[in-house]
């Protein structure tokens, strides 16, 4: 089952979220996810983000916080409970985010990821478009509707 999120979620999506990210808690690069707290994540929340959750055997296996800007579905966060990785819940979610995106008139879909998970999301129609030294994370960007062209901030 696919829903979004409540602020009631929060202390699950933090949790998840640190089984998930915490493979990353040595890298050099920077793990923002790692810093997250369940008063953040409401924050966010209850600002201009939105979370899709998918919930599998009761319990949340996996997440994404996105927000719609100017015409750009923005996402980040998104990971899957290790117990449930290599199943395709995180394509079936990014798949419903577009769909909700679409839905709400977006024209692209715009995420930051690491090299390493770059061909992940090849793979499902994004492209590379540019790449932030100091952060390490590279920008990928996927269209939903041809007719329309905007570019992710």
Known sequence: ???????????????LLQL???KYDTD?????ALAET???????MASSYKA??????????????????NGSCHFIRLCVHPAYQGQGL?????????QHANAQGC???CCQARKANCAYYEKLGYSISGYHA????YLLKKMLKERQTRQCA
């Open 38 to 44: 369940p008063t953040s994540l409401r924050e966010k």
């Open 90 to 98: 995180g394509t079936l979610l990014l798949k419903e985010m577009e």
């Open 20 to 22: 998930a990210f915490s």
């Open 1 to 15: 089952m696919i829903r979004f999120a409540q602020q009631a979620d929060a202390n699950a999506l933090h949790h």
């Open 134 to 137: 100091q952060s390490d994370l």
């Open 28 to 32: 050099l690069t920077d793990t923002p």
């Open 107 to 109: 024209s692209s879909m």
């Open 52 to 69: 899709l959750l998918v919930i599998k055997n009761g319990q949340i296996s996996a997440m994404c916080l996105f927000q719609i800007v």
